[in-house]
């Protein structure tokens, strides 16, 4: 196939006038002819230039347009992999990733908690108030810990609070805080009757094993249900 020269016209004219400035006495008219296809062309090769780079920067302002809103779905569609998305709360495999990290450098002590009788929350005033609950609970959990730890769900009515470089005794008595939070003052959401969760909590060396501080603080957790709801229990008065 042969190639399409664009500019054709451009070059032709460009030939005549060479072969004009070649002549050894060439013709004034010959000279004015030349002159005026080369003038003809170059204004047009101006114009369509000139088009050119404007259809080229405005090609440029999408790209970029779209490039950002590339970018921003992609921080949506992390975000929403991360994220619980009825309270905002790290998710499960989130907060666990979130966990061994903080492990590989420091110790920290772990707070699950459950809310009490949930499923007759639930059965009693129906599952739209049992969501408000959960996303109430939520509220008041980064209240209580804003800038101190790291709230994850990481189950329906379970969640887990990571508290790093902090020692067993204190994570204790925050537990404690978080419990009055909840207990201490009817939800909005649910003012006939009040809202309790029960707490373990754990510690957790640097470089140790997250699902086995997990388990320590679940079986805490396991034991506060079982003396009665409504309060912390640690892997320390755990009794077996
Ligand atoms: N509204 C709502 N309910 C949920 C959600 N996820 C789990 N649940 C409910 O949470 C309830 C958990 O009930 P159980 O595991 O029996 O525990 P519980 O009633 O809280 O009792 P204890 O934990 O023993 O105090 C179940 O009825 C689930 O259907 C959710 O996202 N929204």
């Known amino acids: 196939m042969s190639k399409v020269d664009l500019f054709e016209q451009e070059a032709l004219a460009l030939q005549r006038a060479n072969d004009v400035l070649a002549m050894a006495a060439p013709d004034p008219s010959a000279y004015r002819t030349a002159l005026q296809e080369l003038v003809q062309h170059y204004g047009q090769l101006m114009r369509q230039s000139r ?13 970029n347009q779209l490039n950002a809103r590339l970018q921003q779905l992609s921080d949506e569609l992390d975000y ?71 709230i994850g769900r990481v189950g329906g009515e379970e969640f887990t609070i990571l508290l790093p470089g902090m020692a067993l005794e204190p994570a204790v008595v925050l537990a404690g805080r978080i419990r009055q939070a909840i207990a201490g003052e009817r939800f909005g959401c649910l003012p006939a009757r009040p809202v309790t969760s029960s707490f373990g909590v754990a510690w957790a060396t640097a470089g140790s094993d997250f699902e086995q501080a997990y388990a320590r603080a679940d079986q805490a957790l396991y034991q506060a249900k079982r003396s009665g709801r409504n309060r912390v229990e640690s892997e320390e008065t755990v009794t077996g």
């Open 80 to 150: 929403k992999a991360r994220h619980d998305n009825l309270t905002g709360a790290l998710n499960r495999g989130a907060v666990f990733e979130r966990a061994h990290q903080v492990l590989q450098k420091s110790p920290m002590s772990l707070v699950v908690l459950d809310i009490d009788f949930f499923k007759r929350i639930n059965d009693e005033f129906g599952h739209p108030t049992g969501d408000a609950v959960i996303r109430e609970l939520v509220a008041r959990l980064r209240t209580t810990v804003d800038g101190v730890g790291v």
């Open 51 to 63: 088009r050119l780079i404007s259809r080229s920067d405005r090609t440029e302002r999408e790209l």
